[in-house]
Every structure is written in C-alpha cells, then in structure tokens.
C-alpha cells in the first residue's frame, strides 16, 4: 500500500489494529506512526500483515503569526549561520528538526529583535563545528567582510559551540583592521526547546551590539547556569570548559568584557580596553588552508616518535605541563625515553617546524626560564616564553603567522601581543572567574 | 441531592501516575524527595517554542504571556546536571522499565515492539529541560470489575516534574528533589459511571502499582487524575486527587458544576457582548476598599468592563460554596496573576460602597440586566485580567468546555488552565529506543491475592492479613514465620507491625527496631530463651537488641524450681494465690507465668501433703 510520511494509515498486525501519521523511521526494520494522544508508535514491520491509507496529508501552510516589518531606522545587523544551532525548529513532517536561517524565520522565533536592531541572515554553508577547517576560517571572514562592507554595524556568526573559541581567534587573527563589532553566538541547548539558551545568547549579542562601542570579535554566551545575563568573552581568550554547561564558556587569565541582559537593559563592563568601534580598515589575511599545523599534548610516558611525527609540519604547538616543562630530562635508566624525546624535538627544530609551547594547565603563563631544562629547550629554538595563550589560540595564532608572515617573523611575533591575545599582567581575578552560586 | 448519573450521561476516565521506588529515570540520582534547605538555586525563563505539527501550544502561549520568571531549588548531593538542564540525559533507568512492564502485563496490555520516548512541551517551569520525557510502552490493557471492564488505552513511562513551592504573580519557585523520578501512568477508557465505581477503579489500580513492590510511599507519591463530563460538556481533567475516600464527592460536586453550567449557558444571550475595558481609578481615590487602596498605591488601576444582559449568573452557585462568579475570578488570576475580580452580583461589599456601585455603573453605561467586572492592580496585569474575563463570559453559551481543574479541599475544583492541545510532542531524539524484554518479566502477586493467602496459609485475621499485604514488611515476615515454628504467625504480624505503636502507648517511647533485632527477639523466643510477655519491655529500652536481652533471659527448669520452692518454705501459711502473686514478683517476667504457676501448684501441693503428713 502506498503512502508517504505524514499521511494517516491504519497499520494491522495479527492481533491489533493501529491508526496514526506516518512518521519517519531511521530503523528499517519498523513503522512508526504517530498516535492521535501524540506519542510515536514503532511497530516492528514483520508483524504487519496490512497498511491502509486512511487519509492523504493536507499541506499545512505554516502561519508565522508575527508582524515582520522591520524597523529601518533601527541600525543594521547581520546574522550568518553555519549551521542550525541557534534557530533549529522541530519539523512537523518529518518528525526532526530542521533549521530557519531567513530574515522572517529569525524574528519569529525571536521576536524581541525588532526591537533593538534591522535584522538581516542567511546560512553561509553548513558546517559541523568539530570539523571545521582554516578554509571555513576563511569563508566566514570574507562573509563577515561582505557585511560590513554593505555598512552595519555589526555582525553576528552563529555555530555549534565546540570550537567556537577556535573560530573567534581565527576570525580575530584575520580580519586585521577591524572596528566593528563581530560577535560569536552559539547554543549548548539545542533551540527548539522552550529552555535553550539560544533566545537569551542571541539576543543580548544583538542588543550589545547596538548599544556598545565594542569594535573587535567576541563570544556571547550565558554567564551563569542562569537566565540571568550573559558574557561578552574576549576572542582570543575564551575555551569551553564543560560539555555541556550553559555557563561551559570562561575567560582565561583574563575577565569577561562585559555582562549583557537586555531585559534588565543592562551593559557592565568588567574591562575597557577593548578596541573602539570605528572606521574599519580591513586587510584580509587568511589562513592558508593547506598549511599543516598541529595542537599535541604532552603527557606522560610519552615517546619520541610521537614527536617525530610531525617533521614535516610547518608549526607545533606542544599542550606542555605546568610552567611548560617539556618531557627531556633523562636521568637513569627509566627516563632514557626522555633523551630521545629531547633529540627529536631538536630534530623538528632543525627541520623547520616552528615549535611554541602553551600552557597544558590552561590558565597561568608559560615561563620558561625557571627550570634548568626548560632553558635548554629555550636555547633549542622552542618558543613561548611568557605566552599566556590558550592552546587552542596559540594553534590558530600559529597557522595564521605562518600563511602570512616569514618564519622567523613567525618566530618574533609568535609571542607578541596582536589582538589582545597575550597580556603582560594577568588580573588576579580572573582565575575560575564566575560572579553567582551554582 | 440526588443525581441520575445514568440519565445525565456521565462518564468517567481516570489517568494515574504513581512515583516508583527506584533511581531517577535518566540519571543516577536517588529519588530522594527532601523537605531541608537546598543548596542549590538558579533563575530561568521558558519560551513557548513550536510542536511537532509546527503551530504553537496553545497552553504555552498562556504561559508566556504572564512573562514568568523560574526559580529552581535543588540539593547538590542528590540533583545532578541532568535536573538542572545541563546535561543531555542518561540511559534509560532499566528498572523502572520493569516495573511497568509488570504492571503491563497484569493488565493484559499490548506491549510496543519498540518503546521510543517523547519531549511533552511544558512551559510552566515544572521541567528544566521546557519539556518532560515520557514513552509509551504498552497498549489496550483491560481491567475487570463487577460493574463491567475498564479498558486501558496507555501506559506510560515519563519523568515526574519538579514541585511547585512557591507562586507569587511574577515568579514561580520550583524544588528539584522531585524531578525526573521515574512516573508509571495509567489512563483508562471512559467507562466509568459513577462515583463509586470511580473510587473503586482507583483503588484497584492503586493496589495494583503496589503489588509491584516498587510503588513509592508518602504523600504526593501518587497522583490521581480525573477526566469526567455529563452529556452535552466538554471533557474536564480535575487533576491532584489525592485522598480516594474524596472522590466520590469530587464527583458528585464536578457533576453538580457541568449540569449547573450546561443551565446557564441555555439561559444566557447566546452572542455575549461585552463593552471595552474602561479606567474607573478615579471614582476609588479615598476609597475604603482594602485592596483597591493597596492598587493605587502601587500605582495600579482599577479597570472594569461592562457584560450585557449577565445580571445574576455571576452570582449563581455552581458548586457548593462556589458561584459562577469565582469561576471567572480563577480566569482573571489564570490570566493576569491578579489577586481577584469583584463582580456586581456582590456589591456592595469589601469596603466598595453604594456609591461606588453607582459610579460604576454610569460610567460603563450600565442597563437593567447587566453585569460588571471590575479589577484593581497593576495596569498590565489588570488588562490581562480582564482579557480572561472576557475569554471566560464568551464562553457561557458553550457550557463547560475542556479544561484543567485542580481540587480544592472541599472537594469542590477551580480553574487551571485550557487543556492543551496535541501539538505537544516529538522525538526525544537523546534516548535510544529500547526493545523491551517481555520473556524475563514475573508477574508479582497481587496484594489482594496475598492478604488471601496469609489468611489461609498462617491463619491471619482479614484484617491483619490485609495489613501485612499491604505493608512494605511482608517479605522479612513471611521470613520470620518461615524461620521460627514455634511461634505463632499472628503473634509474629502483631508483633512486628505494631510493636512500635505500642511501645509508644504503654511506655511513651519512640522505637525504631530494625529487621536484625526483630530476627533476635524472635529466635530467643523461639527457643524458649524469653518470654512473650518481655518483647514491649525489651523494645522499650531502645538500644539494639542484642545488648539488652541477657537482662531478660529466663530462668532455666531447676533454677526456677529452686525458686519456687524458697518463695513456698519462707511464706507457709500464704495461701496459694497470695503466692502467685509473691512468685510473679520474684520472677519479673524471668520465667513463662504458665509454667511457674503449674510447678508452684505441683511444689504447693507436695509442700501441702508433706505438712499434712507430718
């Protein structure tokens, strides 16, 4: 018998009878029909004897309730997705979620944007955030150009949350030049849910937007475990630290720029040394998407060939232990490996590989010049002296010097400041920094 | 008042959902419900968001529109990530699924071959998550009654929502020790038609859950919900029924409301008319009305509206001690999150005098026949206050529509909330979908069939037999009778189920004995080590049993002989219930009275004898 999802069907089985919509089943091995109470009903299909079609679906045209007329002397913002993170609805026919990237499907699930701002979007690409690449990197900042280029003022790229901090230092690096406000928005609960964070992470990146001078990339994501306000995190400073924590998002060695809640109208900034918004001066300076550049972490028991495998990298980024001890000091027989360890980083050094140390411990800085084999790993060439980058800023930091700059400017300017990335004096607040309770 | 159930058409359906006693559903947190301060606590707010069939939920649209804010309170030792909505959910508590595949199974229900579970939108804050997990795991269960059969469409496995502990008009506080333990639901068919018959269905269904052995205990551990309409209503879902001896009243009293309103709506203008929403403040400036002072002074309004040709109804009683009046004040509250309405039907009162009546009414353009609302509070929320009233009038022609009540004390309902509509569910696409095993589920005996078989196995009492049926005890008792033969099993039950009780009475102590110390008395007694008599002294003490019970050792045969026979030669010449007594008196409870008064007949008479020969 014929008939497709979202039709009304009567299935029979040796001893009952089952009425409902067709459903969409991913196992082939059963028919799912939705119940007229609501609940989905999997009948294994080798006990069905018959199907009938009861009933042809009607095509339901999908009121959007809400008024859209924008606002045009609201200022203008633009919203990019790359992905369904932020406005996934759940999709009637097919019983998932599907994602609403236009204008009108934008504010009517979050109608509080008139409000504040002229809103335009559109989804960039598809990307899964675990597997984004420098090329994504480079498509989302020409696209992020394209924007300000048309005169908003400011924009908004929406993704899945994982790597988020690695796209806000890439974005930073990139668009040098930049004074507008280019802000990442992401959501750790998925958005057709009544208790996604997405509504409050969207929207009060919006209404930071329009009512701050921010001109450089940020992350807006939830402060607290609360709805109560968000952080506006600084780009090249910010890891996710939890997996799936409303609040995963922490400054490192550093605080928040400033806590948003636009319910409660409400900007304070912790720090004001943020870049000004202005005239942008943008020179576009992409990642190579070829170039081989490697985050590796240091742990115990490790062995040479681990290292040696990147030899023909152009950059290594080591995750070193605590002040940023690296694993070569052999001292009898037990620690012979750590000789060999020691020989191949000479090896990578000699080959070509710019190797830069980050802090494994993620807050704290790099200081090598404590321990007796750690300036010997200095004067073997490997960098990172005083750095207070997070690995995973420290990485993309690395591409990017090496697609644009030669190796031994690479060298230099590694481990100097560009985009705020390494700070000179880290506030002693800013360790765990988390205003409220739970 | 007597009512024709029958010729009324009433129909009845009741949904159940009984707590189990198991970890949580999809975590491992124990299912700890807690009364002491919590140490955790976070603000949200839910949106209404769009359901399967793409339109939005009527019910969370209501929700929204009261602009609520959540508090959630929570205990850090017992609510983990998954409660507060911070993490994806666990694997499927298998337990619990085993339990609702007895019950299942008891009912003769169909079992589905593949249980997928589903996120039910709710937006009043009940839920972190915006929406509870719930699947459906068996079909068309059937019970049997004297009366007739009962079927059972559903049966259900869901999550338990947190509890409500506090609601002030902006704010709702929710506790988290109650979220996610693991609910088994029952609907049944609407064939129930009457009263009793409601009352019994529950009861057989509540004895059912606590075959299981695994129904949780307490109060709020189960949950009656009640779906009932006369002909010519709308289903009404009266929820939180609590106390099964009040569901015949229930019943009675909701009947009573659906017949009075099915009156009203033939009586009243069938288009009703309402006037718009006028600003009285001004008439009330030096008003003595409490609550209207109280709104002003926050600077809030007093807002009234006009309803054409409603003169009385309001003022009706639908329920007993309820009129049509508090009906519609529960729309405005549902609505606005105001305190009340007044309505004219009962004007002049609370300090609103005939004057004010008066200014009313001219103001509104009152004629002969009509009715007036008036509400004071802040303007927002007495706008939408009036909104409700105005929802709620339209609908008198209509009678009694679909709704959701709760149950007051008196048995009589208020108004909750619209029901909502079937655009509620999708896929809870983070559990797996489990295949039920239906070969390794033991059907467990019910408790009706135990309280028979204690009757006729151990020689119980109807009473004591249903008492041990019911009790969590039954399985360490049917231990002990196993286990000691020499005692009887009804003193066994007595003792064990009521010691504590009766401690309490004779010697005013609390005990809390634990299985051990009974599984020591009993084997002393056993044995012969102790006598019954000494068990409530023994508990009394209050430590564990095995460090009081030497002090209550009786004496061995010769001891007690030897005893005996120095009592009779120090008091010659007592007579012989004199010496009972003096005997009883020396021994404390150290020997069975029995058996000291036979020797002490023997040992009296041989003493007799002697003297008497000599």
């Known amino acids: 018998m014929k008939f497709n999802i979202s039709d009304r069907i009567k299935i029979k089985t040796k001893d009952k009878e089952f009425e409902g919509i067709s459903m969409p089943s991913s196992d082939e091995n059963y028919e799912i029909i939705k119940l007229d109470n ?20 009607k095509s339901i045209i999908e009121v959007i309730s809400e008024k859209n007329e924008q606002d045009d002397s ?9 992905g369904g993170t932020i406005a996934s609805k759940v999709d009637y026919k097919t019983g998932g979620t599907v994602s609403r990237f236009t204008p009108k499907e934008i504010l009517a699930m979050f109608p509080e944007l008139k409000n504040y701002a002229n809103i335009n979007s559109r989804l960039i690409e598809n990307m899964w955030s675990q597997d984004m690449r420098f090329s994504h990197y480079n498509l989302i900042a020409k696209e992020v150009k394209k924007e300000l280029d048309r005169g908003v003022k400011g924009v908004i790229v929406t993704q899945g949350t994982d790597t988020m901090h690695y ?3 890439a974005l930073s690096f990139i668009l040098e030049g930049l004074a507008s406000p280019v802000i990442l928005v992401g959501a750790q609960r998925s958005s057709d849910r009544g208790s996604s964070d997405a509504y409050m992470n969207l929207i009060n990146a919006v209404y930071f937007i329009v009512h701050s001078d921010f001109g450089e990339v ?4 939830h402060a607290n475990t609360d709805d109560d306000f968000c952080h506006i995190l600084p780009a090249t ?6 997996t799936s924590r409303r609040d995963a998002f922490r400054p490192i060695n550093t605080l928040p720029w400033a806590e948003v809640s636009y319910g409660d109208k409400h900007i304070k900034y912790l720090l004001n040394n943020y870049k000004i918004a202005g005239k942008n001066q943008l020179k576009i300076k992409l990642i190579k998407k070829d170039i081989k550049v490697a985050l590796m972490k240091q742990h115990t028991n490790m062995y040479a060939d681990q290292f040696l495998f990147y030899k023909n990298y152009e950059g290594l980024v080591i995750e070193a232990t605590g002040l940023g001890c690296l694993p070569i000091t052999e001292i009898d027989e037990s620690t012979k490996e750590s000789g060999k360890i020691f020989c191949a980083i000479e090896e990578l050094i000699k080959n070509g590989v710019i190797v830069v140390e980050a802090p494994q411990a993620i807050n704290g800085r790099i200081v090598m010049n404590v321990y007796s084999d750690q300036r010997k790993a200095q004067q073997m060439g490997v960098l990172g002296n005083f750095s207070d980058m997070t690995p995973e800023t420290s990485f993309i930091k690395l591409a990017w010097l090496l697609s644009n700059y030669s190796k031994d400017e690479t060298k230099t300017l590694i481990t100097q400041n560009l985009r705020g990335e390494i ?3 880290i506030n002693p607040k800013s360790y765990l ?6 | 008042m007597e009512l024709d159930y029958i010729k009324l058409g009433l129909k009845i359906g009741l949904e159940i959902h009984q707590q189990l006693d198991t970890h949580k559903l999809f975590c491992n947190c124990p299912s700890d419900l807690r009364d002491d301060k919590p140490d955790i606590i976070f603000k949200r707010k839910i949106r209404a968001s769009a359901g399967e069939t793409g339109s939005v939920d009527i019910a969370a649209v209501m929700e929204k529109e009261k602009g609520l804010s959540f508090i959630y309170e929570g205990y850090s030792d017992t609510n983990c990530l998954v409660e507060l909505d911070e993490e994806p959910p666990g694997a499927l508590n298998l337990e619990a699924l085993e339990i609702v595949l007895q019950v299942a199974k008891m009912l003769n229900a169909k079992v589905s071959d593949r249980i997928e579970f589903m996120r039910k939108t709710i937006a009043n804050g009940s839920v972190t998550a915006g929406f509870q997990r719930t699947g459906l795991v068996a079909v068309e269960g059937k019970l049997h009654f004297d009366f007739g059969d009962v079927g059972v469409p559903t049966i259900l496995l869901e999550e338990e929502a947190a509890k409500e502990v506090e609601s002030t008009p902006d704010i709702v506080t929710w506790r988290l020790d109650r979220l996610g333990i693991p609910l088994i639901e029952l609907s049944t068919a609407p064939e129930i038609y009457t009263p009793e018959q409601c009352r019994e269905v529950a009861a057989y269904i509540g004895m059912i859950l606590r075959s299981t052995g695994k129904a949780k205990r307490g109060l709020g551990t189960i949950r009656q919900d009640i779906n009932i309409n006369i002909a010519g209503a709308d289903r009404v879902e009266i929820k939180g029924v609590q106390d099964l001896r009040m569901i015949p009243k229930i019943v009675e009293y909701e009947v009573i409301r659906q017949k009075s309103l099915i009156d009203i709506s033939k009586k009243v203008p069938q288009k009703i008319r309402v006037s718009e929403i006028y600003d009285l403040s001004k008439l009330f400036i030096g008003s003595d009305s409490k609550v209207i002072k109280n709104a002003l002074e926050k600077v809030g ?18 329920q007993p001690g309820r009129r049509l009046g508090t009906e519609v004040s529960d729309w405005a509250k549902a609505r606005g999150g105001v305190g009340g309405i007044f309505h004219s039907d009962e004007l002049p009162k609370y300090g609103i005098t005939d004057t004010d009546v008066e200014n009313i009414k001219n103001m509104l353009e009152y004629k002969d026949g009509d009715a007036f609302v008036i509400v004071a509070d802040l303007p927002d929320k007495s706008n939408r206050a009036l909104y409700g009233v105005i929802d709620r009038v339209k609908l008198l022609p209509k009678g009694v529509i679909k709704q959701v009540r709760k149950v007051n004390t008196d048995a009589t309902t208020s108004f909750m909330r619209l029901m909502p509509g079937a655009a509620r569910m999708y896929p809870e696409t983070d559990i797996l979908p489990v295949v039920p095993d239906l070969l390794g589920i033991k059907l467990p005996e019910l408790i009706s069939e135990k309280s028979l078989r204690y009757e006729k196995e151990f020689g119980l009492s109807k009473d004591l037999a249903q008492l041990v049926a019911k009790s969590e005890q039954f399985l360490p008792f049917e231990k002990f009778c196993g286990e000691f033969k020499n005692i009887k099993p009804a003193f066994i039950a007595e003792t064990y189920l009521k010691s504590e009780k009766a401690v309490k009475h004779v010697y005013a102590v609390d005990i809390g004995p634990s299985d051990e110390d009974f599984n020591i008395l009993f084997s002393a007694l056993d044995s012969g080590k102790i006598a019954k008599d000494s068990i409530l002294e023994i508990l009394s003490k209050n430590k564990p049993v095995n460090q009081v019970i030497d002090n209550f050792k009786l004496m061995d045969d010769n001891m007690l002989e030897d005893c005996i026979k120095q009592i009779v030669s120090k008091n010659k010449g007592l007579p012989f219930n004199a010496l009972i007594g003096k005997v009883m008196a020396k021994l404390k409870g150290k020997a069975d009275g029995k058996k000291a008064v036979e020797l002490l007949n023997k040992i009296f008479n041989l003493d007799q004898n002697y003297s008497k020969s000599h």
């Open chain 1, 423 to 425: 700070t000179d004096r």
């Open chain 1, 74 to 82: 609201l200022p203008k913002i633009t919203i990019l997705h790359t």
């Open chain 1, 237 to 242: 400073k910010t890891r996710k630290f939890h």
């Open chain 1, 38 to 57: 609501g609940y989905n009903l999997d009948i294994l299909k080798k006990n069905i004897s018959k199907i009938e079609l009861i009933e042809k679906s």
């Open chain 1, 167 to 169: 796209t806000s230092a």
């Open chain 1, 218 to 221: 940020g992350i807006c994501m």
């Open chain 1, 433 to 438: 920094y988390k205003k409220n309770g739970t």
């Open chain 2, 301 to 318: 309004v007093v807002l009234g509206i006009k309803l054409e040709g409603l003169h009385g109804f309001l003022g009706q009683e639908i």
